[in-house]
């Protein structure tokens, strides 16, 4: 095998790393710049946006009353202004038994706008032959896409939930969003001013207006003067200020996704490394006397270095930039995948910035040469006589050193972890990340004193099963350490997380079954099925649905519970709103004497370890702040003990006065005596059909429903993790292929005195095995170990049940336990077609 052949698949792990970079930026910047057209269609003929101006808590638009609109319509220099009414209305069909069906394309929401004439300042048309805009209370416009995808025409009546009950609406008109005829997978739906006013529950209002200027007026200069003429708490600013402050928002957004996906891609740059380390050490290890050679006759230990070096350079360069193509391709890849699925991302070309080369580029290049400095700086070291003589093995000392230092390195990062977990520091996740990156590579300089013991163990049965093929393969895998540990060091990374993360979701979903029977005493609980725009507060439905469960003759009480975004004393929180009469018998929240009797208007309740943790007492004089009111006083008057339902409680009388009322966020229902499970529902389901984006679930229901979305998350940190799990295979392969040249004189010695080509096959399949069992154990060992110390860090955060998934474990050792044989198919074929003679003669 041709040294280019022998570093072809250390470029293979580099070219999947340095792709899963550059696929990331290309793919959030394709979106980034999807977002900035929209963004410019949404407000190309705009010149001046007005909003209220609100205190900053919460993402969603406050109202504003809509006679502001005829303050601006009077301002010298405005040619046309036009109210916007915006809110979630959601399209209701049939499934094949007649049930109610929602229509959503995967997570894309469902929007619903007031339909506007003045096509200068609305990104919404309709084109020719696509029918009209809709000019009463009973009509609707859908977006061409929607209307495509679910068959629906022009003429067609269909059932839409706004914030009430679901309505029938004829389909008047076909839109289009700017180019588009869709808006990134979303439903949209448009009607008449006044009845988009009544059914997003804004009578009488506004969530912003548009102004177009007359020609040579400036957006600046008409924006000023819009202001002075706006009561207190309306502001006017710029199309263009506006837009950049929404792309701004969305951006922050990708933001998020683009380090979460990063961070994956930095595991499996990281996993990469192990590879192209080892590769280089086999391949240094191999080229000893080569080495010595030329430090015999007159070369130095720099230009040893140096020519090692270049060479990784040299792969690095060409690595890294095919991995860069590819990660080109895999970003297409995830948009066609999006579309699949959906959501309908607009076409264009992606969006290839320098940045997204030079970052890919230089991880694959910065990690390939700290990878190969380490094994060139060795061949350096090693005496010319000795090297000549073959003498490159490991001295005790070295072992001991070794031992020493991995134990030094394990224990910092044991202290970074820790003091993420349970420390108070700024950045705790930093903290967890970094200790954890230096526990693996303690971990990793610890291995080889693990190799012989558990390889030996993990290879016990094989001399019994397969006679002196099996012993040769537990032999050669013990008797080198290094290389067995280095090799599986890679896919123990991989099965580390993994497991982390199992550990982590069967922890969740334990402690979510055991809230969820201790904490609800009620029989069923109500919410929406989709989601709001802040993911920690439910979307809500019409306050209409309590009044009508709790009236039923099978329900004994229904109570419905509020929340809301706030800043408690200037510090981020959320309040839950609860009917104090009614919040015992539906909730275990465990109060104090007298506290929820205490809640009346501007007072409020919190958990006990809030209390404590702020240093306050009951009595204590706070301030909120919610989207409509700041700095409003209110009192602690009492504790309560669980907090599943966040640290604090405010009567949901009071709730209304500091937030917009737009509905109910959850209803727990406690059915009658005598009344059976399958009873209540049907009287309940009489009442919740009419609002389809409700889900009614018992508490069986309610857990399976929570353990799927766990499920559904895991699967995505699987696959994710994956590919670190794939690199370290590829590094398995790469090993054994590099190992049969080591050993090619001894593989030679072994056919010559009798082993069938079957049998070599058969003992560097083994080999593999073991390798590939003693990274899974090792693995499954750390795995074990994040998940039970970030599942203790977070237990008064409500992960109280620690739970270990064996069968998902057991998984993941039997996919190890194949991914060795498969990593063996292409090494053992060579070795078993080494030529017997040549073999033995090799040098």
Request: proline share 3%.
């Amino acid at each position: 095998m041709s040294s280019h052949t022998r570093l072809a698949l250390t470029a293979i792990a580099i070219i999947l790393g340095v792709a899963f970079v550059s696929g990331t930026y290309v793919f959030t910047d394709t979106i980034k710049g999807q977002f900035d057209s929209l963004f410019t269609d949404i407000y190309q003929g705009v010149d001046v946006a007005i909003a209220a101006e609100g205190t900053g808590v919460g993402s969603a638009d406050v109202p504003f009353d809509e006679s502001v609109l005829d303050i601006v319509t009077a301002v010298d220099g405005v040619e046309i202004a036009t109210g916007g009414v915006t809110g979630f209305a959601t399209i209701i069909t049939t499934d094949d038994a007649g049930d109610p069906k929602i229509v959503q394309n995967g997570g894309a929401p469902t929007l619903g706008f007031a339909w506007s004439d003045v096509s200068r300042l609305s990104p919404l048309s309709i084109k020719d032959g696509n029918g009209r805009g809709p000019t009463t209370s009973s009509e609707v416009a859908i977006d061409v896409g929607t209307a495509a995808a679910q068959g629906f025409k022009l003429g067609d009546v269909v059932k839409i939930q706004a914030t009430g009950e679901a309505e029938d609406f004829t389909i008047v008109g076909l839109m289009s969003f700017g180019d588009q005829d869709s808006l990134l997978g979303a439903t949209l739906s448009a009607f008449e001013m006044t009845e988009a006013q009544r059914i997003f529950g804004l009578e009488g209002q506004f969530n912003s207006i548009g102004v177009a200027a007359i020609s040579g007026v400036s957006a600046a200069d008409l924006a000023r003067d819009i202001n002075e003429a706006l009561p207190a708490g309306i502001i006017a600013i710029t199309g263009q200020s506006q837009q950049a402050a929404d792309l701004s928002e969305v951006n922050d957004s990708l933001g998020i996704i683009n380090i979460a996906l990063l961070s994956f891609a930095a595991v499996a740059v990281f996993v990469g490394s192990f590879i192209i380390q080892n590769t280089f050490r086999i391949i240094v290890t191999q080229r000893t006397r080569e080495l010595a050679m030329l430090r015999a006759i007159g070369a130095t230990g720099r230009q040893v270095i140096v020519m090692v070096v270049v060479e990784a350079l040299i792969v690095a360069l060409f690595a890294s930039a095919l991995g860069v193509v590819v990660g080109i391709g895999l970003a297409g890849a995830i948009r066609s995948a999006m579309n699949a699925a959906g959501l309908a991302v607009p076409p264009g070309s992606l969006v290839v910035l320098s940045r997204t080369v030079f970052v890919g580029m230089a991880t694959g290049v910065i990690v390939t040469m700290l990878a190969a400095l380490l094994p060139a700086y060795r061949a350096s070291k090693v005496s010319p006589v000795a090297a000549m003589r073959g003498e490159t093995r490991v001295r005790k000392t070295t072992m001991r050193k070794r031992a020493i230092t991995g134990v030094s390195i394990s224990a910092l990062g044991l202290v970074f972890l820790m003091t993420g977990l349970f420390g108070s520091v700024g950045n705790a996740i930093a903290n967890v990340g970094g200790g954890a990156l230096i526990m693996f590579i303690g971990v990793s300089v610890l291995a080889p004193l693990a190799a012989r013991p558990i390889a030996n163990v993990i290879g016990a049965p094989l001399p019994k099963i397969f006679g002196i093929t099996g012993t040769l393969a537990k032999e050669n895998t013990k008797r080198a350490p290094r290389r067995t540990a280095s090799t599986a060091s890679a896919l123990m990374i991989g099965i580390a997380l993994v497991t982390f993360v199992a550990i982590f979701a069967a922890t969740i979903k334990a402690s979510i079954a055991e809230t969820v029977d201790e904490a609800f005493p009620s029989d069923f609980t109500i919410q929406s099925s989709q989601l709001g725009e802040d993911p920690n507060i439910p979307m809500t439905f019409s306050r209409d649905l309590v009044g009508q469960v709790d009236a039923l003759d099978e329900v004994a009480v229904a109570g419905a519970f509020q929340f809301g975004e706030a800043l408690i004393n200037d510090e981020k929180g959320f309040i839950t709103a609860v009917d104090p009469a009614k919040a015992e018998s539906l909730l275990t929240i465990e109060p104090a004497p007298g506290a929820l009797d205490s809640l009346t208007a501007n007072t409020i309740i919190v958990s006990e370890k809030l209390l404590k943790a702020r240093n306050w007492t009951v009595g204590e004089s706070v301030t909120i702040t919610t989207p409509l009111v700041e700095d409003v006083p209110f009192t602690v008057t009492g504790t309560f003990a669980r907090t599943e339902f966040g640290d604090y409680l405010i009567s949901t009388e009071v709730f209304t006065q500091q937030y917009e009322p737009t509905g109910d966020g959850f209803v727990a229902v406690k059915l009658a005596p005598g009344v059976s499970l399958e009873e209540g529902r049907v009287a309940i389901l009489e009442v919740t059909d009419n609002y389809p984006t409700t889900e009614l679930q018992d508490k069986s229901e309610l857990v399976a429903d929570a353990e799927k979305q766990i499920d559904g998350a895991l699967a995505l940190f699987q696959g994710l993790l994956g590919l670190a799990i794939f690199i370290a295979v590829i590094g398995i392969v790469n090993t054994l292929a590099l190992s049969i040249i080591e050993r090619t004189r001894e593989i030679g010695l072994v056919r010559a005195v009798g082993m069938s080509r079957r049998k070599v096959r058969k003992m560097i399949r083994w080999e593999s095995v073991i390798v590939s069992l003693f990274g899974a154990t090792l693995g499954i060992g750390m795995g074990l170990f994040f998940g039970w110390a970030v599942a203790r860090a977070l237990e008064d955060e409500g992960l109280g049940k620690f739970a270990v998934p064996f069968g998902q474990l057991m998984a993941y050792v039997v996919i190890a336990f194949f991914a060795g044989l498969i990593a063996a198919v292409w090494p053992a074929f060579k070795a078993a077609r080494l030529n017997v003679l040549e073999a033995i003669a090799y040098e």
